[in-house]
Structures are given as structure tokens and as C-alpha cells.
């Protein structure tokens, strides 16, 4: 399964990299591509990993990945349908069940102290970097054990995630914003 990951270049979301860092047969784009190449490189690829910081209309464009606010907005969906799509942004939920995509997906996700304050969370630097490392590293083993299966990535995830929720208030909040949509299969049945 040949893999696109889209993870514009940002240092406040450098630990998403150990969610990719070991998979095999990847191409990694992080900035300087037009749309046109970016529309290409989707139509190429099975698996597409989108992440990085985002809102309900899609992952923000913040190192010129083709042009506009988004990287991935509106004009992407026609080329993500029928792909195996992971998105890992804040509100990423709202835009992938609004064009009714099938993926892994995060909502409102809880990535900087600045978000945890928002919500009234109250932590310091060392309890968001334990939530954001847990959970990358987490994701990251089981797409590598399982790459074609995001619905036992979800599972697998949530369930190990959940664990550190007991005692981590980050990973409580993000743990229930953690999903998981397949209606091709649900169609099926």
C-alpha cells in the first residue's frame, strides 16, 4: 500500500512525525508543492494521512502546500474519496462527516496548552507532551501493524489511550474525540 502523508511544516505538531516515521512505502510532503501536484500525488496513493492544525474546512496550509488557507479544503475531497484517509487536525470530524468521508479521525483535539486552556483544562507543558507522544506513538504501531485495518487502529488506540485518560486530563478530553467511519462497509451490510 503506497502511502501519502500531508503534514505541513510546523514544530508545534513535530510529534505526529512517530505516527508515520516507520511505515514503508511513503511519500511525505511537508511544504513547496503546488495543487495541481498535490491533487496528483492523492490520485497515486492508497492511504492518505492528513495532519497538522486545521478547522471543520480543512487542514490549514501554513508552509505553501498549494495555495489558499487550506491544504486539504473542499477542492480535495473528489480526490479522497475511495481512499483508506487517516486526518489528525482539531474539527477534522466536522469536515470529514459533512463530505462523508471514510477515516480515521480526530475532533476538536487537544495538542498545546494554549487549546487546553480554551476548554478549561488546566496542565502544564509536561502533561500535554505525555498526551500528544502516547497517542502518536500509539497510532504509529498499530498502522504499522495493521496498515490496511483503521478499524482496528481505532480500537487498539482508544483502547491504550484510555488508559492514560485515568490519570492524563488531555488524553480525557481527546480520547472521546477519537473516531472511526466506514459507511462503504455499512453499505454492504
Known sequence: MK???IHP???STDFL??????????TVITKNITREELHKLIQSHDQIMMMGHGAPGGLFNSSRIGDG????GMEEVPHLRGKKLVAIWCNADR???????????TGMFVSEIGE???FDIIVDQKTVNESNNTFARLLGKQLRSTPEDHSAAHKVVLEHYSQLAKTNPVARYNSVRWYYQNKTALELY
Open 9 to 11: 511544516d510546523d514544530r
Open 17 to 26: 512525525r512517530s505516527i508515520y516515521l516507520c511505515l514503508r512505502n511513503k
Open 116 to 118: 487546553a486552556l480554551m
Open 3 to 5: 502511502t501519502l502523508i
Open 95 to 105: 469536515f470529514i462527516e459533512y463530505h462523508k468521508l471514510d477515516a480515521l479521525y
Open 69 to 72: 488557507l487550506y491544504t486539504i
